[in-house]
């Protein structure tokens, strides 16, 4: 099997790429970061011949489409494909409490990392999706992106990012169904993880229900092995519940 995690750099993608190395069924993976961390560079030099990384802004469709001329260099089939790419927080954007810290640029860099770059990499990957056996795309989103469950207000372009990335996923495996029936196309909620992007507010987190990174991929790659067909375009809970939209 190959597989292909965008957003390997750090937390979650990191740890998807550890545990997919640490698999002999995955002969071949493949890793994007737009910063390389030393640990996923530790990987590369013990793993040379199974793990090709691969630097990708998925803010920029031209550094996408140069990411899959290489791929199409390597490979013309995956069978995992893992969207890791999010961004909650960092030093200039914070969550929005209120109405009154809303910014347009904040609202656009929350879309274009959190939704719109997980569209764009589908809109290049289905040749490589589509073969006998059956594929997955999913993408990590989020709980406080669903609109049904929404009961605390706030944090406005994180949520609003995440319910748009859904629907971009519900209408990616409509229109994968078509033409590919063989990919599942799934959103997957990892619940809280220790990482970067969790840190500054996991001091009201219960210590049960915060995880680490090896936890949250190895309860989530059991979600994946659980997917059939008729699961395509749903959102998965990290116990393998399906959440509201």
């Known amino acids: 099997m190959e597989t292909l995690v965008i957003g390997a750099g750090r937390g979650i993608g990191l740890e998807f790429v550890r545990q997919y190395l640490a698999s002999d069924l995955y002969q071949r993976v493949y890793g994007t970061y737009r910063q390389p961390s030393a640990d996923l560079l530790a990987l590369q030099e013990r793993y040379p011949d199974r793990l090709q990384l691969i630097p990708v802004d998925v803010t920029q469709e031209a550094q996408i489409t140069a990411a899959i001329a290489t791929l199409k260099a390597q490979t013309s089939r995956l069978d995992e494909v893992i969207y890791c790419v999010g961004l909650l927080h960092h030093q200039t954007l914070q969550p929005e409490k209120s109405l009154r810290h809303i910014q347009t640029?904040?609202?656009?860099?929350?879309?274009?990392?959190?939704?719109?770059?997980?569209?764009?990499?589908?809109?290049?990957?289905?040749?490589?999706?589509?073969?006998p056996e059956p594929a997955i795309f999913a993408a990590i989103s989020a709980k406080v992106g669903s609109i049904e469950d929404n009961r605390l207000g706030g944090w406005?372009?994180?949520?609003?990012?995440?319910?748009?990335?859904?629907?971009?996923?519900?209408?990616?495996?409509?229109?994968?169904?078509?033409?590919?029936?063989?990919?599942?196309?799934?959103?997957?909620?990892?619940?809280?993880?220790?990482?970067?992007?969790?840190?500054?507010?996991?001091?009201?987190?219960?210590?049960?229900?915060?995880?680490?990174?090896?936890r949250t991929v190895s309860q989530l790659r059991q979600v994946i092995a659980n997917l059939h067909p008729q699961d395509t375009g749903k959102f998965f809970n990290w116990d393998g519940e399906s959440l509201p939209w």
């Open 105 to 131: 640029e904040n609202l656009l860099t929350y879309f274009q990392v959190n939704a719109i770059g997980a569209v764009l990499w589908a809109k290049h990957l289905l040749p490589f999706l589509r073969h």
């Open 156 to 214: 406005y372009g994180y949520r609003a990012s995440k319910a748009a990335l859904n629907m971009f996923l519900k209408n990616i495996a409509i229109e994968w169904s078509r033409v590919a029936p063989n990919i599942i196309v799934a959103a997957l909620h990892p619940g809280t993880t220790a990482t970067d992007l969790s840190q500054p507010f996991q001091k009201n987190v219960p210590p049960e229900k915060l995880f680490s990174p090896t």
